[in-house]
């Protein structure tokens, strides 16, 4: 059965392991459709990203946005600190430059 991402429903895009995890941001479904299938229509006419390391995450969510599956919305980061610590707590508008969201 495929899972199929729902029109309506939010996701977030994310990425990455350890030190270098990184969310992308956060994204309206506008039209039912199934993500897996997306990625391989996309590396159909891309082989070459199917090798290690060589995958255009970017890419890949531009021609979600492109073919009208997608909206970005906007959003901000409340991180509620580490090791219980308040002074860690941070606030990142959405507003900021994409590179400093992580």
């Not at 590396?43 to 290690?52: I, K, T, V």
């Amino acid at each position: 059965m495929p899972n199929i991402a729902k029109a309506g429903s939010l996701i977030c895009v994310d990425s990455g392991e350890y030190s270098s995890y990184a969310v992308t941001g956060f994204f309206v479904v506008l039209r039912d459709f199934d993500p897996m299938l997306e990625l391989d229509e996309y590396l159909n006419s891309r082989p070459e990203q199917r090798e290690g390391h060589k995958f255009e995450e970017g890419e890949f969510l531009a021609a979600l946005l492109q073919t009208g599956l997608l909206l970005e919305i906007e959003y901000s980061t409340l991180y509620l600190g580490d090791y219980r610590r308040a002074d860690a707590v941070t606030f990142k508008p959405w507003h900021i430059d994409p590179s400093e969201r992580r």
